[in-house]
């Protein structure tokens, strides 16, 4: 039997009216009396458990909605007004002051006469008469807390039905509330959480931006704001607001989860997009396919993977898969493991049986996807020797190797590799490098066939650029240099050839440099045509210079050649020379149409133009009947003719004018040391313009050299 029964059945219940005046001489009614008068709308109650009289002062009388005359002053009155619910708690914690002689303390509703409901707060103390005995009475004072329980039934309701989780950390980093949508998120109930260590129940979140922006947000009394990923359970990202207050820290949070998922796609497909833009953009920009399979595996790398091969497919149905393939691009994220990467491509090919994936991917025209085990899995298709050492040391954990098709046909296959420290490779992944190989694929077989195409137009006008004719008194060297890009082989050409027009025996040397308009394969044809109808006259007629492009100029016109081109002939006539000083003279004859000016230097190192403007005539091809202008002159022992094409002075960023003093320029410093001829052509071709040439150029030099005559 508790100690509340049994005063109840001690004493028997009190109806009489009881002033607190009559019982207020002791020390415990001083202490109730000084509660009471210390604050103000506080009640004060003496519980003598002797005799089981309980006394209330007049406003704890109000606070109950009661007056002397229906208050019974018993226990047992008083439990009559404690809301059910309330009452087994607030009996313990009655039962417990009692015990111990300690402090008693408790928050109750209490049911008004009315049916009215107040919330109420007591705070009291048991006390013995002895140190040892037992408790005899217990003293103490209460309030209405109705407001504030209102108030924070209120917040609590709003707490419940936001849409964002909450909870409250005490300066202890306890949890000290948590609404629903915080117990939804975090996997755990309030019941659990309450009082428990935040960093303890979540231990990821120790040293993570959790921990930090909390404790910049205690220690500098600031909110702060953030998101941050918790790894699983939760697995998920989240948008925090913390904000600090005297009872420790305040936390709102969101899971945004779906939204990062949706900004990583974005993100993703941006990417992608980006990365299928500058394989595009890469690839287009060159028209040789070895440098295009460079670029496309430093495109790759370390964009999509660790390293990357490219390999190139020459005859993918061969009866041996191994023919005409070629690893022709290769690059490693890391500097220090291109050497190996390299030297593995050198190997690989070789030490490949028929099962491995690069057979697979050529034979099938398939993607091969390793999202595991890759290191193994290869070096199980490649023999025993340096290739599979190669392998393992680049040690790659996934692949993929896609083939690069174009036209229905396999012209290569990029493989990439990831290590153990990225993500494995996807079928995401695989379906991004198949897009690339497809415009990998057409763009290396266009280079393909454009180097086809070069190769094609390259040997006819080589095939129609006949070697000069052998004269033991004039050096001929010539140099044919087609453009960089296949798509501008154009109509350029030279020619040397004997012209008999002074008796049998006077055979004298006439030589032509062209250019006939435009820059394909049909200019090329073009060229042949007027080249022929130019060495024709000038053999058959033995016209000189002038009348030789004149006679072009009609022939043309009757053929209906729907073609204009430009043209430089110089005949160089050789005439004995009487007297003391008998021997040999040469008179230079010659006419320009339209075409760069030739070039005379001199034994003495003079350089002089060989045509002006007035000389430069109209283009063949344009009217018949325009008057031809011929110039001569006779040349010394030891001088050097130069004609070339416009290719030679003539780039994006430099007009044929400018271009025409450059190499003026450059005659002068090289001819003091330049005897030789074919070096001399190299170094202009070299020095003029470089290895990417925009332009075809044809270059035939000239030198009288009597003493090889001897």
């Known amino acids: 039997m508790s100690i509340i029964d049994s005063a109840r059945v001690s004493v028997p219940a009190q109806r009489e009216p009881v002033h607190m005046t009559e019982a207020l001489d002791e020390e415990s009614d001083r202490v109730a009396l000084r509660l009471a008068i210390d604050a103000a709308g506080v009640g004060a109650f003496v519980w003598d458990l002797d005799t089981g009289r309980l006394r209330w002062d007049l406003r704890l009388l109000e606070l109950f909605g009661l007056d002397l005359t229906t208050f019974g002053g018993t226990i047992e009155a008083f439990n009559e007004r404690v809301h059910p619910t ?38 009291g103390r048991a006390f013995a008469e002895t140190e040892d005995g037992p408790a005899v009475r217990l003293v103490g004072a209460a309030y209405d807390t109705t407001e504030v329980r209102e108030g924070e039934a209120r917040v609590g309701r709003v707490l419940e039905s936001m849409s964002s989780a909450f909870y409250q950390l005490d300066d202890e980093w306890r949890f000290t509330y948590v609404n629903s949508e915080a117990e939804r998120l975090l996997g755990a109930g309030r019941a659990h959480l309450v009082g428990r ?122 009866a041996d898969w191994r023919r005409g393939l070629k690893d022709a691009g290769w690059t490693h994220a890391d500097p220090e493991m291109q050497g190996t990467v390299e030297e593995y491509a050198s190997l690989r090919l070789r030490a490949m049986t028929d099962e491995s994936y690069l057979a697979r991917t050529i034979r099938d025209m398939t993607t091969v996807l390793m999202e595991s085990d890759a290191t193994e899995k290869i070096a199980a298709v490649l023999r025993d020797g340096p290739a599979k050492d190669r392998m393992r040391e680049l040690g790659p954990e996934s692949a993929v190797a896609v083939p690069l098709r174009a036209r229905g046909r396999t012209v290569g296959v990029v493989t990439v590799f990831r290590g153990a420290e990225r993500r494995p490779f996807t079928e995401s992944d695989a379906a991004l490098l198949e897009d690339i190989a497809s415009r990998a694929g057409l763009a290396l077989d266009n280079a393909r066939l454009y180097e086809e ?173 325009t008057e031809r202008a ?81």
């Open 453 to 625: 195409q070069r190769d094609v137009a390259e040997a006819l006008q080589r095939s129609m650029l006949t070697d000069p004719p052998l004269t033991p008194h004039l050096e001929v060297v010539t140099r044919y240099s087609p453009a960089s890009d296949a798509a501008r082989i154009g109509g350029d050409w030279y020619d040397a050839f004997l012209q008999q027009n002074r008796g049998p025996g006077n055979n004298d040397v006439v030589v032509v440099v062209g250019d006939v308009v435009g820059h394909d394969v049909e200019a090329a044809a073009a060229m042949g045509q007027v080249r022929g109808l130019l060495r024709g006259i000038a053999v058959h007629s033995g016209y000189s210079p002038a009348a030789v492009l004149s006679g072009v100029d009609h022939v043309m016109e009757s053929l209906h050649l729907e073609t204009t081109a430009t043209a430089v002939v110089a005949r160089l006539e050789h005439h004995p020379r009487p007297g003391a000083a008998a021997g040999e003279e040469v008179v230079l004859r010659w006419a320009h149409a339209g075409h760069p000016p030739a070039m005379l230097m001199g034994p003495d190192g003079s350089i002089t133009r060989l045509a002006d403007v007035e000389d430069n005539d109209l283009l063949l091809g344009l009217d018949p009947d």
């Open 197 to 318: 260590s935040v960093w303890e129940e979540f231990p990821a979140a120790v040293g993570s931006d959790f921990e930090v922006n909390y404790r910049t947000a205690v220690e500098s009394g600031r909110p702060v704001s953030f998101e941050a990923y918790y790894p699983p359970p939760l697995d998920g990202w989240y948008e925090v607001r913390a904000w600090p207050s005297p009872e420790g820290l305040a936390v709102y949070f969101v899971d945004i989860t779906d939204r990062r998922r949706a900004q990583d796609a974005l993100a993703r497909s941006a990417e992608r997009l980006s990365l299928l833009a500058s394989v595009s953009e890469g690839l287009t920009g060159t028209l040789d396919a070895n440098e295009g399979v460079s670029v496309l595996s430093t495109l790759l790398v370390p964009a999509l993977a660790d390293w990357c091969l490219v390999t190139l497919v020459d005859d993918p149905h061969a």
């Open 630 to 710: 011929e110039r001569a002159a006779f040349l010394e022992p030891g001088s050097t003719l130069l004609f070339y094409t416009d290719g030679l002075v003539e780039s994006r960023g430099r007009d044929v004018e400018r271009g025409i003093g450059d190499l003026e320029a450059l005659l002068h410093e090289l001819a003091p040391d330049t005897q030789d001829l074919d070096v001399l052509c190299d170094r202009l071709l070299e020095r003029m313009i470089g290895e990417q040439r925009e332009d075809d150029v044809a270059l035939l030099v000239v030198r009288w050299n009597p003493a090889a005559a001897a």
């Open 86 to 123: 309330d009452l087994p708690r607030v009996s313990a914690a009655l039962e417990h002051a009692i015990a111990t002689c300690g402090e008693y303390d408790a928050e109750y509703r209490v049911l008004l006469p009315e049916g009215d409901v107040r919330w109420i707060a007591a705070r």
